[in-house]
């Protein structure tokens, strides 16, 4: 993609509601644009970003054997009145009438309509396991949304249900749902830490809280170092719920039941959240099934989400430095730039547009920056908009034979030959 | 993908409200499931469907130089007010207010929040042209919703904007869409139709539909046959506008400007809508260029519509026969199912489970049907949700050495060797 075809309007400045490090950068970046009130537009670079975390959520779905389908946004009451949700969700469920009079509402979870697609078609025990997830739009009114994608009203969601015939197999089916997330979240470059959490309106027995560590974190977090040192090959989701962990109000250091040189203190953000609830909602909206012995019973449930469009923000507060972002590979919205810094000087340009043609034939998601600005402002836009790598052609270097090549996430630069500039990239993306 | 651990819900029945074929063949397959009037759930067969269409819909938008962005679903009413749609946009409109008594609304369509986009960020004539696009689930609120997904209230659509420094820059965007739009239809195997329409509510001076061909489509379509025979490698917009086309009641046989030997009449269904409205919205909502000499004008503007999910109906109604859904390659949910007709048997069961890996190995979607149900419910089931190729494992087959193999498409049989299942299939779908 060429930059100057291309859509990224950054800015120097940021609206003074921008709190926090993820939502000024965002803005700044030109990621995002807001439209109302913690209601986002979400401009080129920042979409890109978005998708590729989602994909990264799908595949990690799918190999655990979760179903994609798509629920619609709005929905009836009808349900949430059966399950006597209706009357429990607050004002943050956007409620309103079609014009038929039909009171109808802007969808914050699923768990209601998902039963009811399950109790629609499925009533053996033959036909479980099932895990049904979708990725979609979700709105929570909140009164004084902020920290931009990060609390926003309308928001983008993962989120799953497992249908199991008894208690155990469902927490079966929970375990392996607590190792995709850590296997989702290890794959974005972030260090989740899992807590025991409390199930709150979602109701049930058992729930646990993905935080992802971040130095401009929301919540404080206690918890055993070995929580850190997860393996994504061989992880045990039972011996890691054993694992000592802990937010702020919950950690008594008189209490606490790990040696002191093994807790480790860091700043935490939520990304995920599962829940076993039981048979909270398959009671309520009659999803039955028949054991062998012909007998009906409700289905164990659990659900599972992930905040889709958080993890945007929640990536940059894990990554970033004074000068902006700096994106993990497997999100990033390019894999590198070519910046182009004498757009008025021929060989600078062929042998950028000889580099550009070169990644793209390799199917390497390039942005080339053929911009006629400033240095300056090139290469700062480009630190902003935090390219994993930047191919740096300037004038100078050309003519001693060698191209800059700059690592955004540790900031090293190098000089390398002009000639092995496209190998030298291949191998460090690994292709 | 194993048809037994997979979600395909098929129906022997359909509601009394389904009228038309797509909408029978989409309940009756397990694609959709209706969630409350006229808003649907897209089970797994179908939102894969729905993938792959919005698929080919982007990768042609990215083709013809359109940069694909995200609006939100709920937009406030501020900019509907400055451009006066708020009032002239009836009842079909969703419209609510929230917790703080803000009036908002489901976007029905998005030329406001685009023009405002543009507007905060370019004003200079070098950064044109622009296209802008998104793929985003609108809302409609009709009063009798009918048809399944071809006239929901909840609805995919594509709908971009383009934005010129003149009327003759800004139809040369109109009709490098007008040539998008064609290929994008000729990729999943339709005929489009184009047809000079009325600009209606979103306004302007010239305007297309898009119709294609089916049987059982909703209009009459009367045109010129050349109409029937593009190229999409030497598509010339100018000279197809030029040609005859009209819908039923526009159409006056003693007026038709050509020969009858020329006329075409037949059925079709709209799938996407053209305009070019000038400086309409640019006007209103201020988006202001900034020409060569320093002078101000209000941006040229065209919007362009493709209903995504309504295309998975279109087609269905293209594509169908007496025992279900003929999927074309391009959108089918997968490319071939493996059909076990003896699961009991051991050489049909190791033969399909070898099949099925070598498909895997080749990257080719396929499904499984590993099911232990009746033959006849697994061919009519495989019929019915119309997967373009049919392998299938008999044990008789197996013992003279061959495998039956359908194409769904023509519905011929061919017995081909077991050894070279892999390679005929391959060839077929041309990897």
Known sequence: MKYSQYFIPTQKNFPSDAEIISHKLMIRSGMIKQASSGIYSWLPLG?????????????????????????????????????????????EMLRFKDRSEREMLYGPTNEEL???????????YKDLPKNLYHIQWKFRDELRPRFGIMRGREFLMKDNYSFDLDESL??????????AYIKTFLRMGLTPITLRAETGPIGGSLSHEFQILANTGESTLYYDQELEKINPETINPEKLQTYYAAVDDQHDQNKCPIPKENLKISK??????????????????????????????????????????R????????????????????VAPFTLSIINLMTDDKLCSEKSEFYYNKFIENNID???????????????DNELIGIPFQVIIGKRDLNEGVVEIKDRLNNLTERISADNVVDYILKKIKI
Chains 1, 2 share one sequence.
């Open 114 to 124: 998902i039963t009811n697609i399950f109790q629609s078609y499925i009533s053996s």
């Open 170 to 179: 469902a927490k079966k089916s929970y375990n392996n749902m607590f190792s």
């Open 47 to 91: 979409l890109k970003v978005l998708k590729k975390i989602e994909n990264i959520v799908r595949e990690e779905q799918n190999k655990a054997g979760a179903i994609e389908l798509l629920m619609p946004t709005i929905q009836s009451s009808d349900l949430w009145v059966q399950s006597g949700r209706y009357e429990d969700y607050g004002k």
């Open 268 to 309: 935490g953000i939520e990304v995920g959240h599962i829940f076993y609830f039981g048979t909270k909602y398959s009671e309520k909206l009659n999803a039955l099934i028949q054991n062998k012995d012909g007998k009906k019973f409700p289905v164990h449930m659990g659900s599972y989400g992930i905040g889709v469009s």
């Open 311 to 330: 993890l945007v923000g929640a990536i940059i507060e894990a990554y970033h430095d004074e000068k902006g972002i700096k994106w993990p590979l497997s």
């Open 366 to 380: 390039v942005l080339f920056d053929d911009r006629n600005c400033s240095i300056g402002k090139k290469l700062s």
